[in-house]
């Protein structure tokens, strides 16, 4: 099981860390990604991590404002999102995949959490 945390409303130009702890298995094995669904839109690939290196794959839209980082001690792995926009507003999600250097398509992640809502807006 994946569970995100950290959404909420928040004014443009501020920040918000996302958290996705995982019970039951271990992320360490797995590559994580982050995902975000606004409505009306498909789900699109935000962030991911690779599980062999720790190599980091970022969207264009959020490069140089996003972080993505994982804590194998803690089991969790973080997306920092700094410099938010009205547009970053969606539904982000977390995904563990099999696939271990890391994707950003969803289709190519196994486990999802419930997903964590993020409003900018003033």
């Known amino acids: 099981q994946l569970v995100e945390s950290g959404g909420g409303l928040v004014q443009p130009g501020g920040s918000l860390r996302l958290s996705c702890v995982a019970s039951g298995f271990t992320l360490d094995y797995y590559a994580i990604g982050w995902f975000r669904q606004a409505p009306g839109t498909e789900r699109e690939g935000v962030s991911c991590?690779?599980?062999?290196?720790?190599?980091?794959i970022y969207a264009d839209f959020v490069k140089g404002r996003f972080t993505i980082s994982r804590d194998n001690a803690k089991n969790t792995v973080y997306l920092q999102m700094n410099s938010l926009k009205p547009e970053d507003t969606a539904v982000y999600y977390c995904a563990a995949s099999l696939y271990r250097h890391g994707s950003l398509f969803p289709a190519e992640h196994h486990y999802w959490g419930q997903g964590t809502q993020v409003t900018v807006s003033s």
């Open positions: 991590i690779s599980s062999v290196d720790d190599t980091r």
